[in-house]
C-alpha cells in the first residue's frame, strides 16, 4: 500500500502494513519493494509512515498515524513519547507483555540470523524475556540531559543531536525526577554540555555537569562522587564514573542468573572478565569460599579502584586492571580456570576473547549481555569452537527501551563429543 508514486524521498508519507519487530527499536514494512524501518508501530499494524531517512538499501521512518492498531497498543504515558519528539524510549506505544514479547522475538531472531542456530534450536531455548521487579516506569538510575543552545537541560530526538524540552522523564528513578535539573525549575546551565544525574537504589544522588565546570551550586566533583550500591548481600561503594547496572533490580537478578547458571561449588576457580566494580565475583566468592580463586579483569580506571576497595575483604580474590583482550593474549591471566562469566560491553567479548575463554574454560561459561545481536556473533564463535548454548534467559532491565539484557550458560564439549 502506497500513497507515494517513485522512489521515496525524506518527508513522503504512506500507508503500510506493519511487519516483524527488527532488532533496533522498530518493525520492518516494504513498500514497493524497498524495506522501511518504522519506529512507533507493531507488527501487523496499517499506519501512515513518514520517512525520516533514505539509504541506500533501506528507508527509516515513523508511524506519525495508525490507521489499525495493535492489540498491545497503548497510549503512551509520557507526553514526549512518539514520532519527532524525545528520543530516549522506543516503547511507549507498547504494553508491559508487548514489550517483553518485542524483546523476545528480537533475541529469537538475532539467534537464527546471526548465532547461526535453527528455528528447532532456538524453540528448544524457550527464550523468555523475564520483567524486573517495579514496574515499567522510574526505573532509571542514570540520565544524561543534554543542554540546548539556550542553557536549557532536556533529552535528545532519537538519531539527532537536537534537544528536546522535557520538563520531567518518566522513566527516570523518582530521586532524579524530583531535582530541579530539567526546566522550570531547573534553570540553566550555562557553559555545560550535558548535565549527568546519578541515582543509587535508595535514592542518593549526584548531579555532575559535564564536560566542565560551571559556578551552579549543585554540581558535584565527578571524580569525587562515589553512591553506595547494595547487591548480592554486600555493600559496594562505586564512585559515580564507574559502570553499575542502571535499573535498581537489576544487580541482583542478574546475579541470581550467574548463580543459579554457573553453580560454583567451594573450592572451584572463575574469572569475572569486564567486571566493573566486582558485583560478579562477590557473589561467587561467597560459593566457591576461602578456598576458591577468582581473577578479575577491568580496564576502567574508577572500576578496577572499585573492585579492589569493594572487595578487599576477599583475600581468594585478584583483580587485573587490564583490557580483558589483552589479559588473555599477554597471558596475564590463564587457564585452566573453572567457571567464567563475561559481561563485556555492547559490542561484545568478540571471536579471540571467545576463542581464549573456550580453550581456558573447564565447566561453564555464564555470558551476560547487553546487545543480543553481539551476543549472538560470539555464540556463533563458541558454538564453532564446539560448545553448546545450554541456557538463555531475558531480562527487561530498560523497560519502555528496545533494549534487552540477555544471560547465557556455554558449556563445553564433553569427552564423546
Ligand atoms: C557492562 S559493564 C559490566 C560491569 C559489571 N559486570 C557489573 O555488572 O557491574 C562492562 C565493564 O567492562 C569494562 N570494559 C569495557 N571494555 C573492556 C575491555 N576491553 N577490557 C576490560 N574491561 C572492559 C567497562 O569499564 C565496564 O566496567
Redesign the pocket.
Known amino acids: 500500500m502506497t500513497a507515494a508514486a517513485g522512489p521515496l524521498a525524506e518527508g513522503d508519507r504512506t500507508t503500510v502494513r506493519v511487519g516483524a519487530v527488527a532488532h533496533g527499536g522498530h518493525c520492518v514494512a516494504r513498500v514497493d519493494g524497498q524495506v522501511v524501518f518504522v519506529r512507533h508501530a507493531l507488527p501487523d499494524e496499517v499506519v501512515t509512515v513518514e520517512i525520516t531517512e533514505v539509504h541506500r538499501g533501506f528507508l527509516r521512518g515513523d508511524a506519525v498515524a495508525v490507521l489499525e492498531p495493535a492489540p498491545e497498543r497503548v497510549t503512551p504515558p509520557c507526553r514526549y513519547a512518539g514520532p519527532d519528539r524525545c528520543g530516549g524510549c522506543d516503547l511507549q506505544h507498547v504494553g508491559v507483555a508487548g514489550q517483553l514479547a518485542w524483546k523476545e522475538s528480537v533475541v529469537r531472531e538475532q539467534l537464527l540470523r546471526l548465532g547461526g542456530l535453527s528455528a528447532a534450536e532456538v524453540d528448544a531455548l524457550g527464550v523468555q524475556v523475564r520483567a524486573l521487579p517495579g514496574g515499567p516506569l522510574g526505573w532509571r538510575t542514570r540520565v544524561r540531559y543534554a543542554v540546548d543552545a539556550a542553557d536549557r537541560a532536556g533529552l535528545l530526538k532519537h538519531r539527532s543531536h537536537e534537544v528536546v524540552p522535557v520538563d520531567r522523564c518518566l522513566i527516570a528513578h523518582p530521586a532524579i525526577q524530583q531535582l530541579p535539573v530539567l526546566p522550570p525549575a531547573g534553570g540553566r546551565w550555562p557553559g555545560v554540555d550535558a548535565v549527568e544525574v546519578v541515582a543509587s537504589a535508595t535514592g542518593d544522588v549526584v548531579v555532575t555537569a559535564l564536560p566542565g565546570p560551571t559556578d551552579d551550586a549543585r554540581v558535584t566533583d565527578a571524580a569525587d562522587a562515589q553512591l553506595t550500591q547494595v547487591a548480592a548481600g554486600r555493600r559496594f561503594e562505586v564512585p559515580t564514573t ?4 542502571v535499573h535498581p533490580a537489576a ?1 541482583d537478578t ?1 546475579v541470581d542468573a550467574v548463580l543459579e547458571l554457573l553453580d560454583p561449588a567451594p573450592g572451584e576457580s572463575a574469572w ?6 566486582g ?2 565475583a562477590a557473589a561467587i566468592a561467597g560459593r566457591t569460599g576461602p578456598t576458591g580463586r577468582i581473577t578479575l ?4 580506571g574508577p ?1 578496577v579502584a572499585a573492585a579492589r576497595r569493594n572487595l578487599a575483604d576477599l583475600a581468594q580474590v585478584e583483580v587485573v586492571a ?4 589483552h589479559a588473555l593474549t599477554r597471558r596475564r591471566i590463564t587457564g585452566p580456570v573453572d567457571l567464567v562469566v563475561l ?3 555492547r559490542a561484545g567479548a568478540g571471536a579471540r576473547v571467545v576463542t581464549a575463554i573456550a580453550a581456558a574454560a573447564r565447566r561453564a561459561v555464564a555470558y ?1 549481555a ?1 546487545d543480543p545481536a553481539a551476543l549472538a556473533r560470539d555464540v556463533r564463535t563458541f558454538r564453532e569452537l564446539g560448545w553448546t548454548l545450554a541456557q538463555l534467559r531475558g531480562y527487561d532491565c530498560f523497560p519502555m527501551t528496545q533494549h534487552v539484557e540477555c544471560v547465557a550458560l556455554f558449556i563445553p564439549p564433553g569427552p564423546t563429543s
Do not use: K, N, T
Not at 569475572?272 to 566494580?277: E, K, Q
Open positions: 564507574a559502570f553499575w547496572q544487580a542478574l569475572d572478565l569486564y567486571s566493573g566494580a558485583l560478579f579483569v577491568e580496564s576502567a572500576g587490564a583490557r580483558v583482550e559481561d563485556p560491553p551476560v547487553c
